[in-house]
């Protein structure tokens, strides 16, 4: 049975589209599932930001094809591991945890670069390209310790 990871942010167009196609692009498709979700539900249906496209696509991924959704308290019970890209989005997972279990698979996705900081992924959204760059080498960066962790089974 395949491992599941579910990356979270606000809206679920711009950090955790790229955090879904960066960790996949690690690790095995018959193994692990990469999927996401954004805390709000303003764009349900709808695929990643331009801008997200156009960074993901300059590093080789093609992310048209995902589509906006709003995490789910079943969302708790199907995926392992929940990695989400600032405090806020922590903050409101762990709302809707529906009990301890659910709230340990809830986790920073910087702490795996930075252990213990509670690092935001910073939102991209109201600037330029250049922050959309910024937050792709960060969670490249983050990805691949959490690739490496999954397949050598150290999560």
Not at 83 to 93: L, Q
Not at 98 to 120: Q, T
Request: with cysteine; proline share 5%; glycine share 8%.
């Amino acid at each position: 049975m395949p491992v599941k990871i579910l990356m979270v942010c606000l809206g679920n167009i711009c950090r955790s589209p790229l955090a879904e196609a960066i960790l996949q692009s690690k690790l095995s498709k018959t193994d692990f599932i990469v999927d996401s979700a954004g805390t709000g539900g303003w764009h349900i249906g709808q695929k990643p930001d331009e801008r997200s496209i156009q960074t993901a696509l300059e590093h080789g991924l093609d992310i048209t094809q995902q589509r906006g959704r709003q995490i789910q308290q079943t969302d708790f019970e199907i995926f392992d591991y929940i990695y989400v890209m600032d405090r806020s989005n922590y903050k409101n997972v762990l709302a809707i945890a529906p009990d301890a279990s659910g709230k340990s698979k809830v986790k920073m996705i910087l702490n795996e670069l930075h252990p213990n900081e509670n690092l935001d992924v910073p939102d991209p959204y109201y600037g330029g390209q250049d922050g959309f760059e910024l937050v792709f080498k960060l969670l490249d960066n983050a990805c691949t310790v959490i690739a490496e962790k999954l397949t050598s089974k150290e999560l």
